[in-house]
């Protein structure tokens, strides 16, 4: 073999690789992106609606952390939806960013929200994350947490 | 080769992978826990030996989101190393670590005696949150890409807390004047001189309208404490809660709440 073939060839992979990469991540963050805006949509929907969305995106080992610091499973969750223990008036995004590790991603996202939780009325702005896996071809949230923002 | 040897070698094999699986799932967990330990020790340190800790185990697309804002990793550092961050004493329960190949997800309470910007006050207080951290293993190390915590509400409702503790006309009533009331409100005036702190009182919920800006500290019964500054002219709303405030501004601080019985 020829050596400059071989470093046309080795350019040629340089070049490639890291494009090929960033086209990947690139195209993780779409799908990430098109998730967290269905959900958000789903909770707005609301009762079974919303949970179907859930059962759709979260994985079975789900762990939801609230803004009073409650914790929540993925059925627990999707049992306050069906019920309408949880309820959304307002609920806006924005500020989504999103950084993709492999076949994992976290997601972070500032909200104002207006919401019932079991009687009790939230309206204020949070912050709050989301860690991602992909499984089964689909980003499946394992863990959300959010924060209320100080005024 | 022989269908038995063949049969034997595939279930040896069915046995031994998803054994080596979870003895690395198994050895994961240990190297995340003894960095969670690293990063509990780097907090309580302080000073130059904790920023060096937190060089090492936060990557360099650290955050970290409180409630009182998101930080990265080049602030936490500063924080630390100047001393502006104080951190008296910390410790993790009820941890929980989940593998997912080259990231984790680690859960659990932290309780903490601490000060400053990355802390839920500028002074010492004592608070119990939620916390989580996300790891990335890069060249042998897990390194944290994302710290949040969320403060724990007090045990007892906001209703039942102010069932407990007296109006604030009751046990301050020096400060806390009832200027008009009927069946459906009570109007009180409050007023508090510079470095004044009030007896632990509840309120009903209510509306606020400041007549001077008026900053203050808050002290929850939970422990928690917090600080903010409310304008002349704003009106901030409010669920009936019990707390204790300190004016902390330079100025005389007066509002008049409306609540609703």
Known sequence: ?151 | MKPRFVIVTLVILALAIPAMMLAQQSKAEKEVQATLEQLRQANVKGGAEGAAIFDKYLGDDFLRILNRGVYTKAETLEAIRTGKQHTESQDLTDVKIRIYGNTAVATGVLNAKSAGPLAASDTLAATHSRFTRVFVKRGGIWQCVLFQTTLIAAPTSAQATGKDAPPSYVANPANYKVIGENDLFRVILETKPVGFRDVLHSHLDSAVYLLTDCHQRTYLPDGNTREGTREKGSVVWQAAMAHSTENIGTSECVMVLVERK
């Open chain 1, 1 to 151: 073999m020829k050596p400059r073939f071989v470093i046309i060839a080795l350019v040629i992979l340089a070049l490639a690789v890291p494009a090929t990469m960033l086209a990947q991540q690139s195209k993780a963050e779409k799908e990430i992106r098109a998730v967290v805006d269905e959900i958000q949509k789903g909770y707005l929907k609301g009762g079974v609606e919303a949970a179907a969305v859930l059962d759709k995106y979260y994985a079975d080992d789900y762990i939801g952390i609230r803004g009073d610091g409650k914790v929540l499973t993925k059925a627990q969750e999707m049992e306050a939806y069906k019920s309408g223990a949880i309820k959304y008036a307002k609920n806006e995004f924005k500020d989504l960013k999103i950084r993709v590790y492999g076949r994992s991603a976290v997601s972070t996202t500032l909200s104002f929200s207006d919401n019932v939780r079991n009687g009790k009325r939230f309206s204020g702005t949070t912050r709050s994350a989301r860690f991602w896996v992909k499984q089964d071809g689909g980003w499946k949230c394992v863990y959300y947490q959010t924060t209320r923002v100080l005024d």
